[in-house]
């Protein structure tokens, strides 16, 4: 060993011991015949002391070390005469007799400090050096204990790590598969895995009846929005279970890492939401109930006065911000901005002050009366200083979604949406197919396998849009953080299935073949789910993005900028491959 | 919950209680009015019985019932009559009241049992019936336990588990890289890992100091011997440490798991043998050291008596098998088959026996007086009753290989190899490069961050190939189990083993550029290891091939037989990838 102890671990009760570190050289302060440096490891930061009196070679040697230079040094632990008290170590400082310089450095591009001076891009080329950083190390430190949590509580319950290949089949509609061709088989590919989905199904007909896996999957799609073309999922499946079962276990899982990691305790269940009520409250499948902020339908209340908008309308509804009426002309219409931006596409707001008095003003005065403005008031319980936000549209599904984005917009801005509050919750009852209009038929809304309610199973027939699943999603402050289903075992039910998204039976076959296959011999009742683990983590750590989670994430276009990756093969490797690259113009 | 208990958990103290199981029928068997069915899941077997005269419907639906149906019943814990002492679960059964089809199944394509009648081929075919097998499960169950319980030893003492990517960079060397089309980037391709060596690296550089990963590494070569195209390692990395401190780490994660999972407890250090002397003793850099039978060398001994093959012999040595003196004409016509076998390739064997007066009666007598081959006999230290046998050739490095060969098939044939004994040892100071016959130039051994030892970097300018390296592997039984090296942090070292190694200062920039740029940083001193999860899994287990303890393998051919991976891709897919298929004729 280079070192007896780390930079993180000396206190006063070390005292008069001699020792020897190892770190980078955070920085260093000549002050007259003193030089003082902070020596930095992943553990700490710790106080060296140089004097010119003491040992004049040293001395020099320390004032000519640089910004990250890696040292090697030995000295007594003294206490220290001002002390620091924001950091453990605090209370002591080296006096240093040896001085052994491991490594010299150039000047970083960026500071190696909580709030850098590095942008972005610099950040991502030079990563290793982004990696010593406080503020990043800690990210992935969290990660490392989050999984230990979580491979503890799985185990403690039964469940296998089982790992599934990474090399596996593509399927004709998978699209998004990235494909890996095989020099031993030409002309082939393998794809790489969306998800173990279909893998883990096939460990349950293998009897492994509690599953998990911390997996690696691949996705290559447009990187938009908060992903990653390589992500990780906590995958877990389970046989001899019904919906209420799966969901028991994870919002235990869930509660376990809340208390470990977090400090957190949760003793009541957590909330449950139907996705037809998600839709009708929030606007959206992973609603923020860290507020309340419900919507409330209008229709009844404001249709027929002779305002065209609302006439016209497929859907009204609104919001009521707590003590929001003393928004400003200016305000209102950063607002009226926000939800017309064309990611929103509002068409415009219409907004409601409660005055002081009880009264009702709002910006279409013209159309309304006091009474029915009085009506809105009561059908939201608005209160004076209270500010009513709405939004109207054709597309009523998609007037939520725009009013959604709005509630939260005024949840940030009214504070509501504190980092360190957590709301958990398990929205449940998804419909088992959406309708795609590009495809123009049903598509399954999660994926093929997942079970209707039974239920619900008669409307197959009928009406299947209406058909509800045996599916729930779990969401934390707005964050979907995984979700899953109970599958279909039953062969019949499967085919009917397939039917109905369009499959003809040779399609299903060639797709799915080797799991309907399987499926003959004794598949037993299982369902499951998948928690993506990146934001799991970014959750806890409180980050905006799940890209500080991760040690080497990609950029926007699926670059790693560090390691200038991907790039061009030599064509005697494409010719090993049996590949001619062909650019299109 | 589809049952109260599992089938593995009855025992007598639970008598009378009122169950519910659910498991697969493993077999069946009617008794005039009885019919006993053993129902297995993951935890065990559990005996049904239903009774004509109890309830005739049950009862026929009992009779019904099909090997590996699912089902779940409901009944009563009983004492057996005649007890089973060779199953948990043997002092009680079932009776059953309700009895509940979960799922029926086609007659599997072979047995679900210990002993199967299942070939290879079809038991990959059908891998989720072959996973039902308790043969196969255990060795997924123990590969569990196993990455539990390295992920406890390494988080005890302060090691972080970082995810490295998969999708990474290809290198113009990389020849067995598996590649990946990007298709937001056109004509560009991702590599998969071969191991995260350059990643940890990286880490280092950043400061985090013990590192660790179970990771997926990915090899697209030829799949002879054991080797899979993705496998799994624990990889590890630690700073300001020296070799004998990783030496020590994971001397210690090894004895750990040893006592964990085996209840085997190494109170000893491992025996550590430099690669030379390994070279010398046993013509092998991973011996078996179960058994001695250490090589010696006859050149002083047998050359230059008219025997022609010895004389012009650049090595002769043989081996001493205890007690084989009785050794049949036709047995030793079988070593040397066995010898001369193409994978072998030695010319002949050349045998003498220890007669029981004490006399070498020996193949070649004719060239040999007896004073010689009392000499030789004494080289051995060989008594009456032990055979020895005698390779030679012009190219002592191949001899000592085929003498390798022999001593091993001599230790299984003498029953030395016993798979419940295990022997440890690291083998010490590898060459720093080896000679390339194909590229006529000195390749690295392991790679080309490692260091060499610094006694020897005087050498580096005379006689490379003289060099020694800070290397070393952990071999157990004849398995190389793990191997590793301190890296080279010196950007001038590292400089020169690129010259060595005839990179231009070009290539190694384009190749290495992201590493070496990072080293410029502050690289601390720092070095590591990674052990074969599969193999260290396949060994604890007494398997014979990775296989076994590998969930969905593939084959020989890299080929998913159960998936049918890889497989041709459609043009569409082909197209958006930018790539066109040119199969050679």
Chains 1, 2 share one sequence.
């Not at 992935?140 to 596996?168: A, C, N, W």
């Not at 009226?336 to 409660?354: C, E, L, N, S």
Request: aromatic residues 10%.
């Amino acid at each position: 060993m280079y070192r007896t102890h780390t930079c993180g671990e000396l206190r006063l009760s070390d005292k008069d011991k001699i020792v020897t570190l190892c770190g980078w050289v955070q920085r260093s302060r000549k002050m007259g015949k003193m030089t003082f440096v902070d020596l930095r490891d992943r553990y700490g930061i710790t106080q060296l002391v140089f004097s010119e009196d003491h040992d004049t070679a040293i001395f020099e040697k320390a004032n000519s070390l640089g910004r990250e230079y890696v040292i090697q040094v030995k000295g007594k632990v003294d206490e220290r005469s001002s002390k620091n008290k924001n950091i453990p170590t605090g209370d002591i400082e080296i006096t240093v007799e040896e001085l052994n310089v491991l490594n010299k450095s150039e000047i970083p591009p960026f500071t190696i400090e909580d709030n850098t001076d590095g942008g972005d891009d610099l950040r991502m080329r030079y990563r290793y050096l982004d990696l010593r950083r406080n503020a990043v190390r800690k990210n992935l430190e969290l990660r490392h204990k989050m999984t230990i949590e979580v491979r503890q509580y799985l185990d403690s319950l039964g469940f296998i790590e089982v790992e599934t290949p990474v090399l596996i089949g593509s399927t004709p509609e998978g699209a998004r598969d990235f494909v890996v061709p095989s020099r031993m088989n030409p002309g082939q590919f393998y794809a790489l895995p969306q998800s173990p989905q279909t893998l883990k199904q096939l460990l349950m007909v293998s009897g492994f009846d509690r599953y998990f896996q911390i997996a690696k999957c691949f996705r290559d799609e447009d990187l938009r929005a908060d992903r990653q073309p390589e992500f990780t999922q906590i995958d877990c499946e389970m046989s001899f279970v019904e919906q209420e079962d799966i969901i028991n276990i994870f919002e235990g899982m869930a509660k376990h890492l809340f208390k470990k990691i977090k400090g957190i305790e949760f003793t009541e269940p957590f909330q449950r939401i139907t996705w037809a009520d998600a839709m009708k409250y929030y606007g959206s499948d992973k609603p923020d109930l860290r507020f309340d902020m419900k919507f409330v339908e209008l229709m009844d209340i404001l249709k027929g006065f002779g305002f065209k908008v609302f006439d016209d309308a497929a859907y009204i509804g609104g919001i009521c911000a707590k003590g929001a009426a003393s928004y400003t002309r200016k305000q209102l219409d950063q607002l009226t901005d926000f939800v017309k931006r064309p990611q929103i596409g509002a068409k415009g707001m219409v907004y409601a002050r409660i005055e002081e008095d009880g009264t009702v003003k709002s910006s279409v005065d013209k159309f309304y009366t006091q009474e029915t403005l009085q009506k809105m008031k009561e059908a939201f319980a608005a209160e004076p200083g209270d500010l009513i936000l709405i939004l109207s549209g054709d597309d009523a599904m998609k007037t939520r979604k725009q009013l959604c984005e709005l509630r939260l917009e005024m949840g940030s801005r009214l504070g509501l949406r504190d980092k360190d509050k957590f709301v958990c919750l398990w929205v449940i009852d998804f419909p088992l197919f959406e309708w795609s209009d590009e495809e123009q038929r049903l598509m399954a809304m999660h994926h093929p396998f997942t079970s209707p309610k039974p239920e619900d199973i008669p409307l197959l027939d009928e009406n299947p849009a209406a058909v509800r699943a045996n599916a729930y999603d779990m969401v934390i402050n707005g964050v979907e953080v995984g979700g899953g289903s109970i599958r279909i075992h039953d062969s019949a039910l499967q085919d009917k299935m397939f039917k109905i998204l369009g499959f003809t039976e040779e399609r299903a076959q060639e797709q799915f073949g080797f799991l309907m296959n399987a499926f003959k011999f004794g598949a037993p009742p299982h369902g499951g789910l998948a928690y993506g683990l990146d934001r799991w983590v970014s959750l806890f750590a409180g980050l905006d993005s799940i890209r500080d989670c991760i040690a080497f994430p990609k950029n926007n276009s699926g670059r790693d900028v560090m390691l200038d990756a991907p790039s061009a093969l030599e064509q005697s490797q494409l010719d090993e491959l049996n590949l001619e690259v062909h650019l299109k113009k």
